[in-house]
């Protein structure tokens, strides 16, 4: 298995990267919002399939 950063050959101890700072890349990538998870956006139309709330 190599590095998703570098393709060097992984560690076993930082795996499934090959050192410390390829893994703290990554990681700084995830939290400065880089790797984003695409979401659909609501359609105006899918709130009328909801059933009505009860009055509490």
Excluded: V
Excluded at 9 to 21: G, N
Excluded at 24 to 34: A, E, I, P
């Amino acid at each position: 298995m190599s590095c998703p950063m570098c393709d060097k050959p992984a560690e076993e101890r930082y795996r499934p990267f090959c050192s410390k700072r390829c893994a703290d890349l990554d990681l700084g990538r995830w939290l400065n919002g880089s790797y984003a998870i695409p979401a659909e956006s609501e359609e105006e139309g899918e709130d009328a399939e909801l059933p009505p709330l009860r009055p509490q």
